[in-house]
């Protein structure tokens, strides 16, 4: 499955600490992590098909709490796209890796802890691959 984003569209990233990465902290509210690569890479790539991101991840949430928001943190913004990771907070500490297909792939060569160091946040390493995966679903 494709994703096409045209000209002027609005991508929702939402979800747990993984796509929050801090981004209160952030200058422009993407955080630190994959949205924010996703972003900078799209740009880089779509001169052409400029597109507005945003990101309502909150650490520690978990899919209830996501359900209580949605309306609010998602439904509101009117987003054309909206891309959701969350539920480590559901299933436990230590479980990123484990859990994803991807991850257990590339840990193969490395070790979990190269892509989550403490087996659930992603490294910088981790978000890269995080954001790979993101685009390569997207047109």
């Known amino acids: 499955m494709t994703i096409t984003l045209r000209p002027g569209s609005t991508v929702m990233f939402t979800g747990d600490s ?8 952030s200058e422009d509210g993407l955080g630190f992590g994959y949205p924010l690569r996703v972003a900078g890479e799209w740009g880089f790539r779509h001169l052409d098909r400029p597109v507005t ?11 209830r709490d ?10 509101d913004a009117r987003p054309d796209v909206v891309s ?16 994803d297909g991807m991850f257990a792939e590339l840990a193969a060569a490395t070790g979990p802890e190269y892509w ?13 691959a995080l954001a790979s995966a993101w685009l390569r679903l997207v047109a």
Request: glycine share 10%.
């Open 18 to 25: 993984i796509t929050d990465s801090r981004r209160l902290e």
């Open 66 to 75: 996501l359900e209580a928001r949605w309306q609010a943190d998602v439904l």
């Open 53 to 63: 991101w945003l990101n309502t991840g909150v650490a520690g949430h978990k899919v």
């Open 84 to 99: 959701i990771l969350v539920g480590v907070n559901d299933m436990g500490w230590h479980t990123l890796v484990a859990a």
């Open 116 to 128: 989550a160091a403490d087996g659930v946040h992603p490294t910088p390493a981790g978000h890269a």
